[in-house]
């Protein structure tokens, strides 16, 4: 029986960086086996298809949900999205859309990033079903925690002191 190797990326991450930190972050989030889901390019320039147009509301509609943050370039293109988060400084206290409040005084620490993080933003666009008035026929690919990944990277581009 031979064992099956996953193909293992090095993080980009930086090792104990707070992502919740004000700055600019550079995000790219990938269709599970880089399928061109969201339509194609014909002499240089991109068509979205109505699952593009769908991911594209989808990215317009983030500061919706998340009103520290606001929205730099970005791009849609045949199967990835590339775009720049700006986290804003907040005082804000509480549970996020995506997060649960966490309670550092409960022995057990919630599960799942952390509020008000590249990655909690990231994750709640990754696992957005279509908006209610869109209607389609083409299947959304499954968000990560059914095992089809998305693939997401994050960099900061610039960062607050």
């Known amino acids: 029986m ?5 193909n293992h990326r090095r993080s980009i991450r930086l090792k104990g ?12 989030i990938c269709t599970k086996d880089r399928a061109c889901l969201f339509g194609d390019v014909a002499d240089g320039v991109m068509r979205l298809n109505q699952m593009g147009h769908i ?11 998340f009103p520290h943050v606001l ?12 775009g720049i988060l700006v986290i804003m400084p907040t005082h804000d206290v509480g549970a996020t859309h995506a997060s649960p409040l966490q309670n550092d005084d409960t022995p057990t620490r919630p599960r799942g990033p952390q509020p008000r993080s590249v990655a909690s933003i990231v994750g709640s666009f ?8 869109a209607s389609t026929n083409i299947a959304a690919p499954p968000a990560r925690r059914s095992g ?3 693939t997401t990277n994050i960099s900061s581009v610039t960062t607050n002191p």
Request: net charge neutral.
């Open 17 to 28: 960086y707070d992502y919740t930190r004000a700055g600019a972050y550079f995000v790219s």
């Open 126 to 133: 990754s696992s957005n079903p279509p908006p209610p008035n």
């Open 71 to 82: 929205l730099d370039e970005f791009v849609v293109m045949p199967n990835h999205v590339h």
């Open 148 to 150: 089809n990944a998305i």
């Open 2 to 6: 031979t064992m099956r190797h996953k």
């Open 55 to 65: 991911v594209r509301q989808c990215w317009l509609a983030i500061p919706d949900h």
